[in-house]
């Protein structure tokens, strides 16, 4: 039975709203993959799978494996290599169960899809308070700007307090106003992380930081 035009917009607003919330929860909390990547996918395999049940109602299940199989990408791009690991992996699932999401709301199944939705949103919550209790490694990345020239190694040393692991991943410098800017990826807790400015603010060379 094909859905009417009052069922497939309520769909609509269903994926669009809840896609949305949780978007901007990860676009808050500086993941690579913001609140429009989120939207983008459980809109479109909302829209692929209400398509497939109206086009055919009898096996609608080719063109709903697609959509599964072929998101695979977009996760792949929220991955995030260092020398011996690879983070990213909670923001490449998401989206991969976003365009399920979507999909199930799209051929009509609400309360298979809001029970996927309450699960996501408890992992996510759940990750947050280990995250805030210091519990588990976490990656961040830190920008460092400086006064003056300085040696690397006075910079790294000061990391090495709070870290467990660092990376330089950039490194710009300025001839003209003799500073430098160097981008990290530090690997610790978070308690631990948030000590590193007001570390780094005691040093005569500190200009500014960002940690996202």
């Not at 494996?65 to 983070?87: E, H, P, Y």
């Not at 919550?125 to 995250?131: M, T, V």
């Not at 209790?133 to 690397?152: C, L, M």
């Not at 160097?182 to 978070?190: A, Q, R, S, V």
Request: proline share 2%.
């Amino acid at each position: 039975m094909e859905p009417t035009l009052l069922t497939i917009i309520i769909r609509f607003m269903v994926t669009f709203i809840l896609s949305l919330l949780f978007g901007l929860e990860r676009h808050k909390a500086h993941k690579p993959i913001g609140f429009g990547t989120f939207i983008f996918v459980a809109i479109g395999s909302c829209a692929l799978a209400i398509t497939a049940m109206t086009m055919n109602t009898d096996n609608p299940l080719p063109l709903l494996a697609a959509i599964v199989t072929s998101i695979g990408f977009l996760g792949a791009g929220a991955l995030i290599r260092t020398t011996d690991k690879i983070f990213g992996f909670t923001t490449a699932a998401s989206i991969w169960v976003f365009a399920i999401f979507g999909l199930v709301i799209g051929v009509g199944e609400y309360t298979i899809g809001l029970i996927m939705y309450v699960l996501i949103w408890a992992v996510i919550l759940c990750d947050r308070h280990l995250e805030k209790k210091g519990v588990g490694s976490y990656q961040r990345k830190i920008i460092i700007h400086t006064k003056k020239i300085v040696d690397e190694k006075d910079i790294t040393n000061q990391l090495l307090l709070h870290t467990g692991k660092y990376k330089l991943i950039h490194i710009a410098a300025d001839k003209m106003n003799n500073t430098l800017s160097l981008t990290y990826l530090i690997e610790g807790t978070k308690q631990e992380i948030n000590k590193i400015p007001k570390l780094l603010y005691e040093k005569d060379w500190f200009a500014s930081c960002e940690v996202e």
